[in-house]
T-cell receptor
Framework: EAQVTQNPRYLITVTGKKLTVTCSQNMNHEYMSWYRQDPGLGLRQIYYSMNVEVTDKGDVPEGYKVSRKEKRNFPLILESPSPNQTSLYFC??????????????FGPGTRLTVT | GQQVMQIPQYQHVQEGEDFTTYCNSSTTLSNIQWYKQRPGGHPVFLIQLVKSGEVKKQKRLTFQFGEAKKNSSLHITATQTTDVGTYFCADNTDKLIFGTGTRLQVFP
């Protein structure tokens, strides 16, 4: 089944404790992206990757890191999480970069709480 | 930077009533994608509009792209409880810029 998977689905952590949210897709998509969703703010892009070893900042990259060593995986790293990073996170992928008109497939989401 | 706003923010309707959400951009839109997110779920792609003035239909859903490519709308005819969720428009350039979303609640 074609899908985007994220782990963990729920995470409660403390300020400053490094964490990684994994994202994997099995559709051989070139483009992958991370979003955070907060009430009243919609979905905001954190980082995106047009292909392996190519990543770029989205609208809200501060406090996050990503890497794209393999086509299928695009982990999101929070080196020193803070409470303002409490949010719902979505990973997404599409065949090509978004400007080409391809739809994005979203993972199920990771709800992160930082205390 | 570009802002994509949606109105209304919330809409409560009785089942069988129509519903419309409007998407407005501060700049000319490249092309528009629409997504639906069910409560507790993730966004799911509905459709893409590319041409100025384009109108597309999916059963009870009608999508329009403004003539000036600065706005778009989604109209649902005769809502059903399965239509409940948040509807997002997104400008599809080198990245996807999402609108603020409209949350639809349908009462049976």
């Amino acid at each position: 089944e074609a899908q985007v998977t994220q782990n963990p689905r729920y995470l409660i952590t403390v300020t400053g404790k490094k964490l990684t949210v994994t994202c994997s897709q099995n559709m051989n998509h070139e483009y992958m992206s991370w979003y955070r969703q907060d009430p009243g703010l919609g979905l905001r892009q954190i980082y995106y990757s047009m292909n392996v070893e190519v990543t770029d900042k989205g609208d809200v990259p501060e406090g996050y890191k990503v890497s794209r060593k393999e086509k299928r995986n695009f982990p999101l790293i929070l080196e020193s999480p803070s409470p303002n990073q409490t949010s719902l996170y979505f990973c997404a992928s599409s065949l090509k970069f978004t400007g080409s008109g391809h739809e994005q497939y979203f993972g199920p989401g990771t709800r992160l709480t930082v205390t | 930077g570009q802002q994509v706003m949606q109105i209304p923010q919330y809409q409560h309707v009785q089942e069988g009533e129509d519903f419309t959400t409007y998407c407005n951009s501060s700049t000319t839109l490249s092309n528009i994608q629409w997504y639906k997110q069910r409560p507790g779920g993730h966004p799911v792609f509905l459709i893409q509009l590319v041409k100025s003035g384009e109108v597309k239909k999916q059963k009870r859903l009608t999508f329009q792209f403004g003539e000036a490519k600065k706005n778009s709308s989604l109209h649902i005819t005769a809502t059903q409880t399965t239509d409940v969720g948040t509807y997002f428009c997104a400008d599809n350039t080198d990245k996807l810029i999402f609108g603020t979303g409209t949350r639809l609640q349908v009462f049976p």
